[in-house]
């Protein structure tokens, strides 16, 4: 989401999406790396495969599930390069290595903190 709302404001000139869009700082975040394991998992199940539709939603709730995911207010933490990085390097381990650029994504994920920032709500309020 945050790839589209950075693309449609940089391509439309004037349009923001302050106050247009609300999510809460405590939603978890749907990662690339959460979508090639989802095609993984797939894999790995072989001829007993569930059909996912491999967009993330399934490893990303693994991740939420766990306590390892990580959450939008996450994105202004100093920490959330390393944080990413341990997360990554984690389902390295359980899926082998893949094909999969942490650092563009850690860079992409830091320029979509302005819109984050602006599209950021504490859903109780």
């Known amino acids: 989401m945050i790839r589209n709302v950075v693309s449609t404001e940089s391509l439309t000139a004037g349009l923001s999406c302050a106050n247009r869009l609300f999510i809460s700082d405590r939603a978890h975040l749907v990662l690339g790396f ?3 394991v ?3 998992k797939e894999i790995e199940l072989g001829g007993s495969s569930i059909g996912t539709t491999k967009k993330g ?4 709730y693994s991740s ?3 306590r390892s995911g990580l959450r939008v207010h ?3 933490d ?3 390069p390393a944080k990413f990085r341990k997360l990554v390097e984690g389902r390295f381990k359980r899926y082998g290595h ?3 650029d942490t650092e563009g994504e850690i860079e992409m994920l830091q320029v979509g903190q302005h819109c984050a920032g602006a599209i950021q ?3 109780s309020e």
Request: hydrophobic share 40%; no cysteine.
């Open 34 to 36: 959460h979508q090639i």
């Open 38 to 40: 989802d095609g993984l």
């Open 57 to 60: 939603i399934g490893p990303a």
């Open 64 to 66: 939420k599930a766990s």
């Open 74 to 76: 996450h994105l202004y």
């Open 78 to 80: 100093p920490s959330f």
């Open 98 to 100: 893949f094909e999969f």
């Open 121 to 123: 709500s504490n859903a």
